[in-house]
């Protein structure tokens, strides 16, 4: 069945976000496509190791979620954590610290690249559907202590949608009237199956929510406008009705599942036909064309972001290791 993609008119978010905001939000997606292009190159020479999950293809989702509700919720992501880590106010050096497992990082060292963490960010799960559970907490926590301005938002992809943690929890939000946002990140791949051959529905939030009584949207994860306008929609029901609403937002990775995943499973033409949605690109030409910023701009906010990234690599390296005698500090095992 066809999806209802949410649909949005990019010239009135442009008018409404307006020139300096707009620049913001491009800086936001250079600077994670700069962190995950270095990071990841950081870990092919065998200075990051455990697992490395890239967000490339995905930014926008992200992106425009932050910008619509503000970071002034509870959230909660997978393993690809990276850039949900970056907008709600972790710095480059403190992540790629984490990644390089030294001891200024994100986590000291302790969590690598599956784990960041913020003062809002609950945390990113390396469990499949982990977080889902948690997220639901948060809105039980919000709804229990009566804030009523404030949402759970929990990002998840649709691999997640076949675990049992994942319906149970949806379950709970709409019997006890929870405000959570569910948003399904649809890559199209999970670890390396087709969606289509993993999930039994085709509109995996609009087929899906009605099951648990609750709202559906479909949105484009590769356009920033509808993605912006979308969240910013559900953002004030969810407020209105302190009801979960379950989302789907498609934007195909560019990257395999994780950076030991060759991709095996399409062709390099598939691949290359899908990165003609890249999403960095749709926006930069988005805002060109609306004579927000120009190709000069472009390149120097690239060089910008990218300059950043590559002093948070050497601020990783000539950080300290953690100290053995420390390492048990703050951990937590029964």
């Known amino acids: 069945m066809k999806r209802n993609d949410y649909q949005a008119d990019p010239k009135k978010v442009i008018k409404q976000l307006g020139k300096e905001t707009l620049i913001n939000v491009l800086r936001q997606m250079v600077l994670i ?131 049992g943690a994942f319906h149970e929890a949806l379950n709970l939000a709409s019997l006890w009237n929870l405000p959570c946002i569910f948003v399904i990140e649809n890559n199209l791949w999970g670890m390396g199956t087709a969606v289509d051959r993993a999930i039994a529905v085709d509109r995996l939030a609009e087929d899906t929510a009605p099951a648990y009584d609750m709202k559906g949207y479909s949105f484009n994860g590769t356009d920033f406008f509808s ?26 990775r560019f990257k395999g599942h994780s950076i030991s995943d060759p991709g095996l499973y399409r062709t390099k033409e598939e691949l290359h036909k899908s990165m003609q949605g890249d999403p960095l690109l749709l926006l930069q030409k988005a805002l060109i064309d609306a004579k927000i910023i120009d190709e000069a701009g472009i390149k120097q906010m690239d060089k910008e972001q990218r300059e950043i990234v590559v002093q948070a690599m050497k601020y990783a390296e000539e950080s300290p290791w953690p100290n053995p005698v420390s390492l048990e500090e703050d951990v937590y095992a029964p």
């Open 227 to 252: 993605c912006y306008a979308g969240f910013s929609q559900v953002f004030k029901e969810v407020l209105e009705m302190q009801r979960p609403v379950l989302i789907e937002a498609v934007a195909e």
């Open 33 to 163: 496509r700069n962190f995950e292009i270095r990071a990841e190159a950081a870990y092919q020479q065998g200075k990051v190791g455990g697992f490395f999950h890239s967000y490339i293809g995905q930014e926008a989702i992200q992106v425009a979620a932050v910008q619509a509700l503000t970071p002034n919720n509870w959230w909660t992501t997978t393993y690809r954590c990276h850039a949900l880590a970056l907008l709600l106010g972790a710095t480059p050096n403190e992540l790629m610290a984490e990644l390089y497992g030294r001891e200024t990082g994100n986590a000291k060292g302790r969590g690598g690249s599956m784990h960041f963490y913020t003062d809002r960010l609950l945390g990113g799960f390396g469990i499949v559907g982990g977080q889902v559970p948690i997220a639901t907490g948060a809105a039980f926590t919000l709804k229990y202590k009566e804030i009523k301005d404030q949402v759970s938002v929990c990002f998840l992809g649709d691999g997640a949608m076949a675990q």
